[in-house]
């Protein structure tokens, strides 16, 4: 095959980027340094936030870890989440002996089904853990009120969500929930590893920067260490690429969705239908922005057409020379929860959605004629 392969994802790293690394190269501060500070504030206004609420880490899962230990969840507590996510968004429980109890999500939006939370309150639950998955807005505000009526804490994932408004107008990680994002190199925002907490008080944020950091309080000397910590330090390197990526962001945004919205158009001309409006059992489109709510394009994933081979589609474009991945697989169905009593059959929206996935090649640089090719080659594959 001649044409070029075009990849799933793919960063976008300019002179800005190289500038401010090469500013941290020649500080000789490589961790802990200003860029760190000034990283996190960027973000804070970015969402909104307070400042002093925001901690920067080495991932999303230590951001989420210690999300899950700001709530005190620990041995014995259940908390509900979704089983169509990525897998820290359960693992991070388990760090702390928690149980993710799962639940099955809406089929339109993916994302933690309300009803379907409200009625397993019965079992001894402790706390609620949606996903905005894919970048669309879980149904936070309902969960918001389900966890007020039931005394139940509240962390949100929002590692694929960063610019994400939820159906009340709000940005995802602003509305006072312990919340982890993540900068991963197919990120809407890419350090290459990192994260991000926002914290629900100053208080707990105190205690996240020390337990980022082996466990030290401010000012304290250096071998001092006045709680249980962990290395989650983010460097002064990957901050400088987030400050650079900040700048870059609404642009890096506007053309995910320009992509998205491309992808769509192109699908919906060989019969594919938004989640709801067609027969679901067809090829079914992400769904797009509903209303208020605003999605933060992450990926472009199709439900393929249940009588269709999908990972036969995955192995034909991946010799024509194209990057397609099954996404995600439901978390239930891993061995190490199947091993936990976790079976197929459980949580038959996420289940199917996970069996019919196929994420397609999306970057905000994504050429036109590549993003065509993808469009006329799968558009063959499925004889459409
Ligand atoms: C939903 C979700 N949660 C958590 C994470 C973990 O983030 P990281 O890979 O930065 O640890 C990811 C990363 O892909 C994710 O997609």
Same mark, same amino acid.
């Given at each position: ?83 169509l ?61 389900? &966890?007020?009526?039931? /005394?139940? @804490?509240?962390?949100? =994932?929002?590692?694929?969500? #960063?610019?994400t408004?939820?159906? +009340?107008? *709000? ?26 907490l ?39 390197l ?18 995910r ?14 019969g &594919?239908?938004?989640? /709801?409006? @067609?027969?679901?059992? =067809?090829?079914?489109?992400? #769904?797009?922005?509903?209303?208020? +709510?605003? *999605?933060?394009?992450f990926v ?15 192995a ?62 799968l ?6």
């Open positions: 095959m001649s044409a070029e392969r075009i990849p799933l994802a793919r960063p976008v790293i300019g002179a800005r980027e190289e500038e401010l690394v090469l500013e941290v190269l020649r500080s000789g501060m490589l961790s802990l340094g200003p860029k760190l500070g000034e990283f996190e504030r960027g973000f804070a206004s970015r969402v909104g936030v307070e400042p002093e609420l925001v901690s920067a880490v080495s991932s999303g899962t230590a951001a989420l870890h210690l999300a899950v230990r700001e709530q005190g969840w620990g041995t014995g507590d259940r908390v509900v989440t979704t089983p996510s990525f897998v820290a968004s359960s693992n991070c429980l388990l760090f702390e002996g928690a149980e993710p109890v799962f639940c099955d999500v809406d089929p339109a939006t993916l994302t933690l089904d309300p009803a379907a939370v409200e009625s397993m309150l019965d079992e001894r639950i402790d706390g609620l853990l949606p996903v905005h998955i894919f970048g669309f807005p879980a149904a936070i505000a309902e969960l918001e009120r389900i &966890a007020a009526a039931h /005394g139940l @804490g509240l962390v949100e =994932d929002c590692a694929q969500a #960063l610019g408004v939820d159906a +009340e107008g *709000r940005e995802a990680g602003s509305r006072g929930n312990p919340s982890a994002f993540a900068f991963y190199a197919n990120k809407q925002m890419a350090t290459g590893e990192g994260g991000m926002i914290s629900g008080s100053a208080e707990a944020a105190d205690v996240a920067r020390s337990e980022r950091n082996q466990g030290r309080a401010p000012g304290m000397k250096f071998m001092d260490h006045e709680r249980l910590g962990f290395n989650y330090r983010i460097t002064d990957q901050a400088a690429l987030g400050i650079a990526q900040l700048e870059r962001l609404d642009d890096m945004l506007a053309a969705a320009a992509i998205a919205s491309r992808y769509s158009e192109r699908f919906t001309a060989i &594919a239908t938004e989640p /709801g409006a @067609g027969d679901p059992d =067809d090829l079914v489109l992400p #769904l797009a922005d509903r209303g208020v +709510e605003r *999605r933060s394009w472009y994933v199709l439900r393929l057409p249940k009588s269709v081979d999908r990972d036969g589609v995955i034909e474009l991946d010799r024509r020379g194209i990057d397609a991945r099954p996404y995600l697989p439901c978390i239930h169905l891993l061995d190490l929860y199947r091993e936990r009593g976790w079976r197929e059959g459980q949580f038959p929206i996420a289940e199917d959605f996970s069996r019919r996935s196929l994420a397609l090649p999306f970057y905000p640089a994504l050429p036109e004629d590549s993003q065509e090719r993808v469009v006329r080659e558009t063959d594959i499925l004889g459409r």
